[in-house]
């Protein structure tokens, strides 16, 4: 499922014109990004004694990168090309423990004031047919140059422990062999993925039960 929240075209800059002032803005917006994790995180151990997250990732995609997705999407390899159409130069990855913490953090994110949702994925709950399983959004925050403010776009995935362990074997064995695996291993994979769902949901379970006998006590 696609949630469209970003209604007209967003206007990034047409100022940007090198590759390094895209590595620049694009690496200021995840240091923003995660320095607001670390401070919710922190927050949330203080009144709830409890941290939703395990660790996070960070990365700007490599140009050879971007270039191979604007080429398969039919677009010339231009850095305006590259601002406008692809979500995914700057990427955050959020570990956490619990499917719940996934939708906890997303909500946590998104009432950031200068935060502004585009779009959302949820692969929790309509899974894609390999199995994968995580929850996307992609948002735009100002980063504040010393002449003007741009709005960049940072991809954000969240997703379990276990949701990231085979998200990430399943994209070792497609890139060996270069998205044409054979039936039986994707079939592999599609049940691991199922397991891998179950587990989440049992260690939910068995975690709200401990809470309760806590509470209780």
Known sequence: MELDLSGNDIKISDDINSWEEVNLLYNAALKQ???????????FQEVHRYNPIEHVKARVKVPESIVK????????STIENMVRYVNDIAGIRIICSFTS??????????NQEDIRVLTVKDYIMNPKQSGYRSYHMIVSLPVYLSDRIV????????????????ASLE?????KFEGKAPAHINSELHECAV???NLDARMLSLN??????????
């Not at 939708?103 to 998104?110: K, L, N, Q, T, V």
């Not at 709005?151 to 085979?166: C, G, H, L, S, Y």
């Open 208 to 217: 709200e039960e401990i809470i309760s006998v806590s509470t209780e006590k």
């Open 69 to 76: 997705k604007l080429k398969r999407n039919g677009y010339e």
């Open 171 to 175: 994209h070792k064995i497609q890139y």
């Open 33 to 43: 990004i995660q320095t607001k994790i670390e401070i919710l995180n922190e927050e």
């Open 101 to 110: 913490d996934i939708y906890r953090i997303a909500e946590m994110i998104s």
């Open 195 to 197: 397991m891998v769902a």
């Open 151 to 166: 709005n960049v776009k940072v991809e954000i995935q969240i997703r379990t422990v276990a949701m990231d362990f085979w």
